[in-house]
T-cell receptor, first 116, second 114 residues
Framework: AQTVTQSQPEMSVQEAETVTLSCTYDTSESDYYLFWYKQPPSRQMILVIR??????QNATENRFSVNFQKAAKSFSLKISDSQLGDAAMYFCAYIRNTGTASKLTFGTGTRLQVTL | AAGVIQSPRHLIKEKRETATLKCYPIPRHDTVYWYQQGPGQDPQFLIS???????DKGSIPDRFSAQQFSDYHSELNMSSLELGDSALYFC?????????????FGPGTRLLVL
C-alpha cells in the first residue's frame, strides 16, 4: 500500500519570505502522480501543483514550485514571496498512474502560518 | 470557471437517520469521487464513478451507497447514521479516469450527527 508522510505538523513563515514544506511517500510503483492541495479555513480543497513522476523537470506554478527527488521518494513544496493568503493546511497527495486509479492518498497535512 | 457544486453545504441529522449528499461535477467532467474528512484528519477516499459505473471503492461503510446519474451528478446515500459519521464530505470531479487526471474538489458538505 502506498503511504504519504508529512513530518511537519505546523510551519510558520514571515510575509514575503520563502518556506519549504516536506513530503515523503512510499510506493513500489514506478509511475505515479503527486499533488499538493491547499485547504484554507473555508475547508475548500484547492489544487496547488501537480507533478508527473516520469518527468524529471520540477513543476512550477507562479510562486509555488516543487523539488521532486524520485529516488529519495521526496516531494517538497516551496512557496516563495509568502502572502497572508497562503495561510492554510497543505496536503501532499499521491495517485498511481493506471487507467483506473481513482484513490488519492493524502498525507496528514502541514498547517502553514504566515506572519507579518 | 464553473466548479464542483455540492448540496447541502451543511446537514444536521440524528443517529440512525438517513442522509443524502449531492454532487454536481464541473461541466463535461465524467468522473466523480467521494472523500470523507474527519475532524483534524486527511481526506479518505470512499468511492468513485466513471461514466455512471463504479470505478473504485475505498473505505466506504456498507451503510453508505452511491451512484452516478445520466447527467453525471452523483449522490451519496448514508443510512443508519452514527456519531462517527460526522465529517466533511468532499466530492471531486475530473475529465476522464486514471492516468493522474487532476481531481477538482467541491466545497464539501459538513455533516453533523447528533
Amino acid at each position: 500500500a502506498q503511504t504519504v508522510t508529512q513530518s511537519q505538523p505546523e510551519m510558520s513563515v514571515q510575509e514575503a519570505e520563502t518556506v519549504t514544506l516536506s513530503c515523503t511517500y512510499d510506493t513500489s510503483e514506478s509511475d505515479y502522480y503527486l499533488f499538493w492541495y491547499k485547504q484554507p479555513p473555508s475547508r475548500q480543497m484547492i489544487l496547488v501543483i501537480r507533478q508527473e513522476a516520469y518527468k524529471q523537470q520540477n513543476a512550477t506554478e507562479n510562486r509555488f514550485s516543487v523539488n521532486f527527488q524520485k529516488a529519495a521518494k521526496s516531494f517538497s513544496l516551496k512557496i516563495s514571496d509568502s502572502q497572508l493568503g497562503d495561510a492554510a493546511m497543505y496536503f501532499c497527495a499521491y495517485i498511481r498512474n493506471t487507467g483506473t486509479a481513482s484513490k488519492l492518498t493524502f498525507g496528514t497535512g502541514t498547517r502553514l502560518q504566515v506572519t507579518l | 470557471a464553473a466548479g464542483v457544486i455540492q448540496s447541502p453545504r451543511h446537514l444536521i441529522k440524528e443517529k440512525r437517520e438517513t442522509a443524502t449528499l449531492k454532487c454536481y461535477p464541473i461541466p463535461r467532467h465524467d468522473t466523480v469521487y467521494w472523500y470523507q474528512q474527519g475532524p483534524g484528519q486527511d481526506p479518505q477516499f470512499l468511492i468513485s464513478f466513471y461514466e455512471k459505473m463504479q470505478s473504485d471503492k475505498g473505505s466506504i461503510p456498507d451503510r453508505f451507497s452511491a451512484q452516478q446519474f445520466s447527467d453525471y451528478h452523483s449522490e451519496l446515500n448514508m443510512s443508519s447514521l452514527e456519531l462517527g459519521d460526522s465529517a466533511l464530505y468532499f466530492c471531486a470531479s475530473s475529465l476522464g479516469l486514471g492516468l493522474g487526471k487532476t481531481q477538482y474538489f467541491g466545497p464539501g458538505t459538513r455533516l453533523l450527527v447528533l
